[in-house]
């Protein structure tokens, strides 16, 4: 493909996309992701297993796998720079951190999956609500009228 023929990202800015804005966006997929393989895992040995699992399984993995789509729009509009996806992302953070307690108070192999997503989740949170963060997705604060731009 020419250069021509490649189509420009279709940011307000001309400036390039901050290294925080890509690791959160990076975060949100990375999670999304893991959902999205825990729910396909979940949904078939629920299907493969036995019949009293099978409820369980499927209904527990097609709730993981729906719940994926969160963190993954989240993500894609954070790479595109959109300002509503910061919320979702923010929210998905939020709700890790109650599911890695869970995971850190468990007496098995869950720990170091708890200890994994704690990081991951507070991390994420510092990049998504670091000033230049919101500076990248044109998000003010509170009571601050919209600027026009030069």
Known sequence: MSPE???TPDTSDAEPRPGRLTAAAALAALEGVALLVGGGAMLVVGLTGDADDLTTGV??????????LLPLIAARGLLLRR????GPAVITQIMALPVAYNLLQADSVAIPAGIALAVVAVAALVLLINPATAQALDIQGPGR????KP
């Open 5 to 7: 023929q490649t189509p």
């Open 83 to 86: 300002s509503w996806s910061r």
């Open 145 to 148: 009228t919209q600027q026009p």
């Open 59 to 68: 209904t527990g993995g097609l709730t993981l796998i729906a719940l994926a």
